[in-house]
């Protein structure tokens, strides 16, 4: 199947990396380091991206969407209905 949306949870060195097909289906559960995100993403065909709004999203959302990915930023209240532990 084909990853068709893709949701990031940023952080300072690790991000959590998770990607569904068309109908939904959990395929792609991964993390990621800092260093290893640019390269991941320029091998994935273009997918919809989601991420929280924050400091560092405008700086991924830019450099995803030059390997012709499409990024949508949500803003925190959005976001927090999804979060099922404090941490």
């Not at 091998?43 to 969407?65: Q, V």
Request: hydrophobic content about 40%; charged content about 25%.
């Amino acid at each position: 199947m084909k990853i068709t949306t893709i949701g990031i949870d940023l952080a300072k060195e690790v991000f959590q990396i998770h990607g569904v097909d068309m109908y939904g289906k959990a395929l792609l559960r991964k993390q990621l380091r800092r260093s290893e995100m640019s390269k991941f993403f320029a091998n994935l065909e273009p997918c919809l991206i989601g991420m929280e709004a924050c400091g560092s999203s405008h700086h991924w959302a830019r450099k995803l969407c030059e390997f012709g990915h499409t990024v949508k930023l949500m803003s925190p209240q959005f976001v927090k209905p999804y979060v099922k532990t404090n941490k």
